[in-house]
């Protein structure tokens, strides 16, 4: 028939084009196609036939067919390969699946992608053909399973259901899907939350391990993914644990459908066409017969030749990427499986699928998928038609509520406190102080667990919360001690976006997310990451953050009095007193007016400035007690003794002064004003400080530029692991500030006087209730916090738990600064500025008397000369008086006798003598 057909072509072109411009035109590409029978190779060389049938006139191309069976040995079809098919130098292949078994054609893709020959897949839908690293030259004309979930997304929107569960296998379809529905969840607006994701090993014996993780789980809505023999298993073991039963709802996928226990009221989605293998037949070589002929007829391409066989691999197909790139940009707008389109990695985009719900093992049609009409319009499911799960016609609400949950809790004062119980014991319940059994988990434990009582603000609120909105609950306390926070891990990181897969929450979180807890009642601070994830109620109580600090010890001892001046200022003062006592008798020791009065002075001479003296002079002037006798007599002594007494008036004053401070205010507690002081924003090794690790304070910290410096030191010496901790460590002095929560911090110093929080808060934040996103209990909670509010509720327990439990502590205030050398700096520059010009003064004195006394001693020369000078001349006179007396007494003794002459001559000697002694010339001799 073939032949015939080639004559008939044959003539028919000689007939239009003569031999001879034929045979320079012509050109036969082979097509080669391995299926799943006979009839589906007639099919197929039927369909090239009719390609060439269709462009009998204006081609020069002609495609010959060849088909073959395909096997179930992927062995055998890989020698098959090299053997019956590559010879025929196929340009592009087309692959179906053996009738025996539905098993992916790899050995086909495996052998063809090896020389670079296009693979046209019409019946593999496995998501591992996308990966193009494995299958670098496979396309297909159906769409993979992984295609399916951007169509659940529409139908979950469609049903208004916002929780679900997906189980899926582990394999690389399972994870593909399961990537899928993550990614069309977030090009969403209406919000859905992954409640629970099961991952199970494909090809068990049972699956009732997996299946019993969705037991306590809120969503009713299961999409499936899994290979029939799976399901087959997995509808067994799930209709034993009433997973099937009312208020359940199964979305499968294709492969899903098909094994007989099916249950009831099962939505699943079938591709249009997919299974038809003639259509796909017929739109494979539709397509590849489009492509092959822009491919020859561009004459920009240069076609090589096609490998021959398969003995060496340097028969690769040079081209065949190029074959393989027009085969992904054509196009069919009416195929007979619909539109055909392929992406960038040669799989099937526009695809139609039915809605297939399960009544009594029977598939019936109650919707439709039209990828043919616009976006809005495509999904189409007549409701009242399908039958759910339970035989209910009433659409199922997606979610189951517990009236019993499970609440986990941290112990943190004043809002959750513990303490030990035996096992016999029962926890009181005393409304005064009510308190909630509680457990931790400890496999160290027989029981495995270890028994608490639990009590508290948070406790007394819950217990309260449980009445009013009418749930009852049972209290664990978190197994690894932390609020929640991100940490890497090689698991799926539940509700994550982006299929962050190596990061989880721990903690609180951590178990609300992995349903070991329904609701976290605790001091948990909402923050935009945490609500990116759970739901949060409306806040029940609003705080910030602050800094603990421990406060300074009081001193009360004898030296008490000196706590107004440093101990340097006090050496200082005190090493003052004597240098200027040293100094004021140097001065007065040396100063000329100092020992010595006047030489015309009729006072009686006052004792000498001593060493001694000059420290009574110094201390009393300091003291005030007066200075008695001993006081400067130089002036250069009185200055530095004026000077010295204005340096001990000030120390005076100031001294006083602070003493009077410090004796009604206390030392400084601290030196920190807050966050912005110098030491927290510019940190220094003898001044560390940090927070708890995992915890909003510290993602507060990590998440603020201006703040990084502080977030990047905390982390250096290292945050705690316990609130406790960080509050132990203040205390003992190895840290000097802890930040954290101001309930907590204030509930501290409140309870010891040693510690003090900074005054003045940042960070603002408010505590709220965590649940799962979509909890049925958001709104309940939430109205009845705000009725608390209202009705005084919250206060009380402010005032029980934070407020009134506060111990007496010495009342605090401001208090002055220690003066110190740089206070007081000046006054000592006083005092050796008054030495300076007291040395000085003294050498100027001493010039002064040198001077002064020069002129004295001239002054003194010259007055004993002119008295010498008047005493020669007085005693001239005298003598010649004396002469002339004695002349005269010689004549009267001529008149008298001799011994009246001899008296009067020894009476002029003795006068004559005792002129002659009187230093005196004023002095009268006697005569006249």
Same mark, same amino acid.
């Given at each position: ?25 012509? #050109? ?11 009839? !589906? ?31 179930? *040995? ?68 159906? !769409? ?28 690389? @379809? ?18 859905? /939350? ?10 068990? @014996? ?8 969705? =037991? ?39 492969? !899903? ?21 003639? %259509? ?40 065949? #990427? ?29 695809? *139609? ?5 399960? /009544? ?31 035989? /209910? ?14 609440? =986990? ?86 509700? !994550? ?74 050496? &200082?003062?005190?090493? *003052? ?14 100063? $000329? ?18 060493? %001694? ?49 410090? &004796?009604? &205010? @206390?030392? $400084? ?28 304070? +510290? ?67 408010? &505590? ?89 001693? +001239? #002054? +003194? ?64 001799s006697g005569y006249v």
């Amino acid at each position: 028939m073939e032949g015939l057909i080639h004559v008939t072509l044959t003539l028919a072109l000689n007939v239009y084009f003569g031999i001879e411009g034929f045979e320079a035109r012509i #050109q036969t590409i082979n097509i080669g196609a391995l299926l799943s029978s006979e009839s !589906a190779g007639q099919i197929f060389s039927d369909a090239v036939n009719d390609i060439n049938n269709r462009q009998l006139l204006g081609s020069s191309i002609y495609f010959n067919a060849t088909s073959f069976v395909l096997t179930n *040995s992927p062995l055998e079809v890989s020698r098959h390969m090299c053997d019956h098919v590559i010879p025929t130098e196929v340009s592009t292949v087309i692959v179906s699946h053996s009738n025996l078994s539905q098993s992916p054609p790899l050995a086909v893709s495996y052998t063809c992608g090896f020389y670079s020959i296009p693979v046209v897949g019409i019946s593999a839908r496995d998501g591992v053909f996308s990966d193009k690293n494995i299958h670098p030259s496979f396309l297909r004309t159906v !769409a993979p399973y992984s295609d399916q979930a951007a169509i659940w997304i529409d139908i979950l929107i469609h049903f208004k259901w916002t929780s679900i569960v997906v189980l899926h296998s582990s394999d690389f @379809d399972g994870r593909n899907i399961f990537s899928q529905i993550q990614n069309e969840i977030l090009k969403k607006t209406q919000p859905i /939350q992954i409640d629970k994701e099961v991952s199970f090993k494909p090809g068990k @014996d049972s699956y009732i391990s997996d299946l019993s993780k969705l =037991v306590d789980v809120e969503s009713r809505v299961v999409l499936f993914y899994a290979s029939a023999e799976d399901a087959k298993v997995i509808y067994k073991e799930a209709n034993l644990l009433n997973l099937t039963t009312s208020g359940y709802v199964w979305i499968v996928t294709e492969q !899903a459908l098909s094994p007989h226990n099916v249950p009831t009221g099962t939505l699943g989605l079938c591709m249009v066409g997919g299974d038809n293998e003639t %259509s796909q037949i017929i739109d494979a070589v539709d397509v590849i017969s489009r492509a092959l002929q822009s491919v020859y007829s561009d004459k920009k391409q240069i076609i090589t030749q096609v490998p021959k066989a398969c003995e060496s691999s340097d028969k690769i197909w040079t081209s065949g #990427q190029t074959v393989y790139r027009y085969l992904k940009e054509t196009e069919l707008k009416e195929g007979l499986s619909g539109p055909v389109k392929f992406n960038n990695v040669g799989d099937r985009l526009m695809a *139609s699928y039915e809605l297939i719900n399960i /009544q009594d093992t029977k598939q019936l049609l109650v919707g439709s998928y039209d990828i043919n009409k616009v976006e809005e319009d495509r999904l189409t499911i007549k409701d009242s038609s399908i039958l759910w799960m339970g035989r /209910q016609v009433v659409k199922p609400k997606g979610i189951k509520i517990l009236t019993h949950l499970k609440v =986990v809790t941290i112990k943190q004062m004043p809002f959750v406190l513990t303490r030990p119980i035996a096992d016999d014991e029962k926890c009181n319940q005393d409304p005064k102080v009510f308190e909630v059994e509680c457990h931790k988990a400890d496999n160290t434990t027989k029981k495995g667990f270890v028994p608490y009582c639990c009590y508290g603000y948070c406790m007394e609120m819950l217990k309260k919360l449980s009445f009013y909105v009418n749930f009852t609950y049972n209290v664990h306390l978190v197994g690894d001690g932390s609020f929640g926070a991100f940490e890497k891990s090689e698991g799926t990181l539940l509700s !994550a976006p982006n299929n962050a897969t190596d990061r989880r929450w721990n903690g609180m979180i951590g178990e609300l997310l992995s349903y070991k807890a329904d609701l976290i009642v605790a001091p948990l601070t909402i923050t935009p990451d945490r609500a990116k994830y759970i739901d949060f109620s409306k806040p029940f109580k609003y705080q910030g953050l602050t800094i603990l600090v421990k406060r300074k010890p009081q001193s009360s001892n004898l030296g008490s009095f000196l706590q107004p001046f440093q101990m340097t200022l006090w050496l &200082l003062v005190v090493l *003052s007193v004597h240098v200027v006592a040293v100094v004021l008798y140097l001065l007065d020791r040396f100063s $000329p007016f100092g020992q010595f009065k006047l030489a015309k002075s009729d006072d009686t001479e006052e004792d000498a400035l001593n060493l %001694s003296t000059a420290i009574w002079f110094a201390w009393g002037v300091l003291l005030n007690s007066g200075i008695g006798e001993g006081t400067p007599r130089s002036f250069s002594a009185r200055v530095l003794g004026m000077v010295w007494a204005g340096f001990a008036m000030i120390i005076v004053a100031s001294y006083t002064a602070n003493l009077a401070a410090f &004796l009604v &205010l @206390d030392r $400084p507690d601290s030196a920190i004003s807050g966050i912005d002081d110098a030491r927290m924003r510019n940190p220094v090794d003898d001044y560390k400080y940090a927070t708890v690790k995992d915890s909003a304070v +510290e993602t507060y910290f990590r998440s603020r530029v201006e703040l990084s410096t502080m977030y990047r030191t905390m982390g250096k010496w290292g945050n705690f692991e316990k609130t406790t901790d960080g509050i132990k460590a203040v205390k003992d002095g190895t840290y000097k500030a802890f930040i954290w929560d101001s309930s907590r911090l204030e509930y501290e110093a409140a309870q010891d006087c040693e510690l003090k929080t900074v005054e003045g808060l940042f960070g603002r934040s408010s &505590l709220g209730i965590g649940m799962r996103r979509k909890s049925p209990w958001k709104d309940p909670m939430s109205l009845t916090i705000l009725n608390f509010h209202e009705n005084g509720t919250m206060e009380s327990l402010d005032n029980k738990w934070i407020l009134n439990n506060a111990v007496s502590c010495p009342v605090k205030g401001s208090s002055p600064a220690t003066l110190g050398l740089t206070n007081m700096a000046g006054v000592f520059m006083m005092v050796a500025g008054g030495i300076v010009i007291g040395v000085i003064l003294v050498f100027v004195e001493i010039a002064y008397k040198n001077h002064h006394g020069m002129k004295e001693k +001239e #002054q +003194e020369i010259a007055r004993l000369a002119a008295h010498r000078w008047r005493s020669n001349i007085e005693r001239r006179k005298f003598r010649r008086r004396m002469l002339l007396d004695l002349s005269a007494g010689e004549k009267l003794s001529t008149a008298g006798s001799v011994s009246d002459v001899e008296p009067s001559r020894n009476t002029m000697n003795h006068r004559l003598n005792n002129h002659r002694l009187d230093p005196n010339p004023n002095t009268s001799s006697g005569y006249v």
